[in-house]
């Protein structure tokens, strides 16, 4: 994809910079696009970011990350839901239009409830998004984390809550890590896309071996994740918003990271 005019990255995958350095390494590289992870704005001025990031000719895509709501007590539910919609009023301050949710799951407790508290906790922030003006993404996970990080892991869950709560405020951010090997996932993006729910696209690679599964994610190319043939399917259902490279990897960030960068823009003209 020679036409970087989509190509967006997640300051976490190159988190050893501050975010002042990423922006301006990123704008340099010609990226268009910035999610800003929540933690890179800690002690900063948020609305200050936001326009630092639209100062030089990009856009925010969304603040990543909202979610955790399954818990075993209602006391840690309610706070799981006071800390979103701080997090909602966060993304309006920074001028972000989506929050990604990585839904949460608590080891010990059936998925089921996991699932159902999640749906509620929703259901209760969905009129905080409306006022916020800042969409809710539910990123379905990967089945490996669905002891601690998150309950909802098949496109197919995250597309029934949506229905279910019915608002266009929520809709499904997927990511290839986490969604490439379901067969139902060229059907699921196509009932997203008719519904309106496609709000995010992420990218990364799913290494072999994996050596650590939550921060080994492969420069795309770099493994077995047909991402051309899954972002064919996202514009198929209608999706015309950012490709954004999100990459946890201890190997990448122990690297130099301006070498980084432009692997990653190679990568992605080459593999997305």
Same mark, same amino acid.
């Given at each position: 994809?020679?036409?970087? %005019? +989509?190509?967006? #990255?997640?300051? &976490?995958?190159?988190?050893?910079? $501050?975010?002042?350095? /990423?922006?301006?390494?990123?704008? =340099?590289?010609?990226?268009?696009?910035?999610?800003?992870?929540?933690?890179?704005?800690?002690?900063?001025?948020?609305?200050?970011?936001?326009?630092?990031?639209?100062?030089?000719?990009?856009?925010?895509?969304?603040?990543?990350?909202?979610?955790?709501?399954?818990?075993?007590?209602?006391?840690?539910?309610?706070?799981?839901?006071?800390?979103?919609?701080?997090?909602?009023?966060?993304?309006?301050?920074?001028?972000?239009?989506?929050?990604?949710?990585?839904?949460?799951?608590?080891?010990?407790?059936?998925?089921?409830? %996991? +699932?159902?508290? #999640?749906?509620? &906790?929703?259901?209760?922030?969905? $009129?905080?998004?409306? /006022?916020?003006?800042?969409?809710? =993404?539910?990123?379905?996970?990967?089945?490996?984390?669905?002891?601690?990080?998150?309950?909802?892991?098949?496109?197919?869950?995250?597309?029934?809550?949506?229905?279910?709560?019915?608002?266009?405020?929520?809709?499904?951010?997927?990511?290839?890590?986490?969604?490439?090997?379901?067969?139902?996932?060229?059907?699921?993006?196509?009932?997203?896309?008719?519904?309106?729910?496609?709000?995010?696209?992420?990218?990364?690679?799913?290494?072999?071996?994996?050596?650590?599964?939550?921060?080994?994610?492969?420069?795309?190319?770099?493994?077995?994740?047909? #991402?051309?043939?899954?972002?064919?399917?996202?514009?198929?259902?209608?999706?015309?918003?950012?490709?954004?490279?999100?990459?946890?990897?201890?190997?990448?960030?122990?690297?130099?990271?301006?070498?980084?960068?432009?692997?990653?823009?190679?990568?992605?003209?080459?593999?997305?």
């Amino acid at each position: 994809m020679d036409d970087l %005019s +989509r190509f967006a #990255i997640h300051t &976490a995958t190159t988190r050893s910079w $501050p975010i002042e350095g /990423a922006i301006a390494e990123y704008a =340099a590289a010609g990226v268009k696009g910035v999610t800003v992870w929540r933690e890179a704005l800690d002690g900063r001025d948020t609305r200050e970011i936001g326009n630092r990031i639209r100062d030089r000719g990009m856009a925010v895509v969304s603040l990543c990350r909202g979610g955790v709501f399954a818990a075993d007590t209602e006391a840690a539910r309610s706070s799981a839901l006071d800390e979103n919609r701080r997090c909602l009023d966060q993304a309006a301050a920074l001028g972000a239009p989506i929050v990604v949710l990585v839904c949460g799951a608590f080891p010990g407790q059936e998925l089921e409830e %996991s +699932r159902r508290q #999640i749906e509620e &906790a929703l259901f209760a922030l969905v $009129p905080h998004a409306k /006022a916020a003006g800042v969409k809710l =993404a539910v990123e379905p996970l990967h089945p490996m984390y669905a002891d601690s990080r998150s309950a909802i892991n098949t496109m197919g869950q995250a597309r029934t809550i949506c229905e279910r709560i019915d608002s266009p405020w929520l809709g499904v951010a997927v990511d290839v890590y986490h969604t490439w090997w379901d067969d139902r996932l060229e059907a699921e993006i196509g009932l997203c896309g008719r519904s309106l729910r496609l709000f995010a696209f992420h990218v990364s690679d799913w290494m072999t071996p994996t050596c650590d599964l939550l921060e080994d994610r492969g420069l795309m190319g770099d493994g077995c994740i047909p #991402i051309r043939k899954i972002r064919e399917w996202m514009e198929e259902a209608g999706f015309r918003g950012f490709n954004e490279v999100e990459i946890f990897s201890r190997r990448h960030w122990a690297s130099d990271q301006g070498q980084f960068l432009a692997a990653i823009r190679t990568a992605y003209i080459e593999h997305v």
